[in-house]
Each structure stands twice: as C-alpha cells, then as structure tokens.
Nanobody, 121 residues
Framework: VQLQASGGGLVQTGGSLRLSCAAS????????MGWFRQAPGKERVFVAA????????YYADSVKGRFTISRDNAKNTVYLQMNSLKPDDTAVYYC???????????????WGQGTLVTVSS
C-alpha cells in the first residue's frame, strides 16, 4: 500500500483545512486508515482513524468535535477535515494504514509522507 498525503498549509486560529491521503497498491477494504501528527520536539500521536469497510470512525479527545475523518471509495482517498484550528494543532500530519485498529504509530505498517499544518495565533 502506498499513501500520498497533501493539503497542509498555513491557517489562522479558528480556520479550516482539509487534508487528503490518496491510497494505492491494493484492496483497501480490510484496512484501517489513520491520521497521526507530530509537533516539533514531540512524539507522533494519534488523531483519527476510519475503517475502510463500514466507515466507523475513531478520534483523539483533543480533536473530537473539530476534526472529521472520512473516505471516498471511488477515489481511494481518506480526508481529514479540520475546523476551529488552534495553534496547538500545528504539526506535521501523517496518514497511515494497517489491517488492525490501533492508536500507536508502531501499530501501523504503511505510512505516507507528512504534510505540514501551521496554525498562527
């Protein structure tokens, strides 16, 4: 599975961004697609995940109610809609895939390159 993340940028506090993760290289129906983020000097942490089949979603408490993860089967793409952004959301965001649900980076076998999100105050 190959993953290509995009959509990062600079946004003001309270603004919105939508990240995309295009997937290729195999059938995704049995995969969990996740988003993680890594702020400067900090560890990579779980943000959200979605079961490709069925669309069940999972969120970190820090983004619940502000971020929405979704997938487009026809485009083999997963999205992360980020609203009400805060400076604390500033990080490099990574998409990931694995066949089992997890909230630790070590539980995901496939990773895209990161995309930088910067939220100015």
């Amino acid at each position: 599975v190959q993953l290509q993340a995009s959509g990062g940028g600079l946004v003001q506090t309270g603004g919105s961004l939508r990240l995309s993760c295009a997937a290729s290289g195999g059938s995704l129906s049995t995969y969990i697609m996740g988003w993680f983020r890594q702020a400067p000097g900090k560890e990579r942490v779980f943000v959200a995940a979605v079961r490709w089949s069925g669309g069940i979603t999972y969120y970190a408490d820090s983004v619940k109610g502000r971020f929405t993860i979704s997938r487009d089967n026809a485009k083999n793409t997963v999205y992360l809609q980020m609203n009400s952004l805060k400076p604390d959301d500033t990080a490099v965001y990574y998409c990931a895939a694995d066949r089992r649900l997890g909230r630790l980076p070590s539980e995901y076998d496939y990773w895209g390159q990161g995309t930088l999100v910067t939220v100015s105050s």
